[in-house]
């Protein structure tokens, strides 16, 4: 079977099963500003509309995402069901991290002045712009290569971060309800609150994460001897850095994180976190060999409430994070091979609408990035970008192909009201397998 069948067959059925979270008279308009999404190179309305053969007046594309028709979390719920359904995994492990946006206009929905992490040169410390906290799912293609897929963005109110804590749990707890398997989350060290991680250990969730090097850990209380009066102990000696380099062994591993092999410091306790109310949790200290400084890197504490896990899986695992930040980049400014596009391009006025174009490219991003992981070894490389033969099959590149192939189709037609089905088209020249064509 060719690619353009592959391709058609596929994203039939993705964007039936998203449809799903669309209102019924919504549902052919929708598939239009979402294909025109899927198919355009940067974040403009605009640019979406003219990658596919209008069959309506512009401005109905505006009022589909004016009016509010289209909810952003059931478009989220949709999404999150159909990644769990293509790739199954016995553990479903989601991934949330913030991102500052720069603006220069104080009346963007959300934009004030925050400070940048990042610490970038020539930027400084505080900067106007946006907060997005953003949840994906963590996937493996069958290279052995992490990707992060999005599957809900939230914008952070004007006033304060204390809300981005909130944002991150309402994200976590309105996907639980739709969960096949258990789930594990991963997060930076800013994440690592009580009033964060308790609500989600109550759901049975799985957690690692990175916390700051001097948070008070314990060993767990002696064993109380017969007769011996007062309360019981809760926690035993703190483990401090004379007590971890004196007690702990060191060992030395090489593992690929973070796309290259390095080795590796780990020392790892089971112990209780004063933080989390005495919870027990395992803590590995980690620490990476620099080989172009020749030097090791400051230690870094991870923790992780799966006490089954070994230092060494909990290291590969938390890892997997760092993927997040290759999709902030992609969103941000571009995934394709031409312009630039992403959260700068997005210049709605209200902050509902925002989020609902926001939660559109996505969706768009996700469906492409599982065409690479999916069809990889159909594309034709040589003809879109022969300098990448023999690389890494992106979402950039299949969306160049897509682009190429299936720009300007009459995509309205091809949903159908009755059956509420759709059926992605083929290009002019291209008929579907055992079809007989006559010559006119």
Same mark, same amino acid.
């Given at each position: ?157 004007? @006033?304060?971060? !204390?809300?981005? *804590?909130?944002? +991150? $749990?309402? /994200?976590? =707890?309105? #996907? ?83 796309? @290259?092999?390095? !080795?590796?410091? *780990?020392?790892? +306790? $089971?112990? /209780?976190? =004063?933080? #989390? ?89 996700? *469906? ?73």
């Amino acid at each position: 079977m060719s690619l353009y069948f592959q391709v058609s067959l596929l994203l039939s059925d993705w964007i039936t099963s998203l449809l799903a979270a669309v209102p019924l008279r919504s549902r052919a308009t929708f598939v239009e500003l979402f294909c025109g999404c899927l198919l355009s190179g940067d974040g403009w309305v605009t640019t979406a509309i003219s990658a596919i053969q209008r069959q309506r007046h512009w401005s109905t594309y505006y009022k589909l995402l004016q009016r509010g028709s289209i909810k952003t979390q059931p478009l989220a719920v949709a999404l999150f069901k159909l990644i769990q359904r293509v790739h199954h995994n016995k553990v479903i492990t989601l991934v949330i991290d913030d991102t500052l946006v720069p603006r220069q206009s104080s009346t963007a929905p959300g934009s004030a002045i925050h400070f940048d992490h990042s610490h970038k040169p020539n930027r400084p410390s505080f900067m106007l712009g946006q907060i997005w906290v953003t949840l994906g799912a963590s996937l493996t293609d069958s290279f052995g290569r992490n990707h992060v897929l999005p599957i809900r963005s939230r914008l952070v109110p004007e @006033k304060g971060n !204390r809300s981005k *804590l909130k944002i +991150a $749990q309402a /994200l976590v =707890r309105a #996907l639980l309800g739709h969960t096949i398997a258990p789930v594990r989350i991963l997060f930076d060290a800013w994440f690592m609150r009580r009033s964060f991680i308790l609500p989600l250990v109550k759901r049975q969730v799985r957690f690692i994460g990175r916390a700051r090097h001097d948070t008070a850990l314990f060993l767990p209380p002696p064993p109380r001897l017969p007769g011996q009066r007062g309360a019981p102990r809760k926690y035993g000696q703190r483990i401090t850095l004379n007590h971890r380099l004196e007690h702990l062994p060191v060992t030395e591993k090489t593992l690929h994180i973070y796309g @290259k092999k390095q !080795r590796v410091r *780990l020392q790892s +306790a $089971q112990v /209780l976190a =004063r933080f #989390l109310n005495a919870m027990p949790v395992v803590a590995v200290w980690c620490q990476i060999f620099d080989e172009d400084k020749q030097i090791w890197s400051p230690t870094r504490l991870i923790l992780s409430n799966e006490l089954t896990l070994d230092a060494v899986q909990i290291i590969l695992l938390f890892a997997r994070r760092w993927s997040i930040e290759p999709l902030f980049h992609n969103l941000k400014r571009w995934w394709g091979c031409k312009d630039l596009w992403g959260c700068k391009d997005l210049w709605q006025q209200s902050r509902r609408v925002l989020e609902l174009w926001m939660q559109m490219r996505c969706c768009a991003y996700a *469906l492409t990035q599982m065409l690479a992981m999916q069809l990889h070894s159909c594309l034709p490389v040589h003809t879109i970008a022969p300098w990448r033969i023999g690389r890494p099959i992106t979402a950039g590149l299949f969306l160049t192909w897509l682009q190429n192939e299936f720009s300007a189709l009459p995509f309205r037609a091809c949903y159908c009201p009755k059956s509420r089905q759709f059926q992605w088209p083929l290009p002019l020249g291209h008929h579907p397998p055992n079809t007989k064509t006559t010559a006119p």
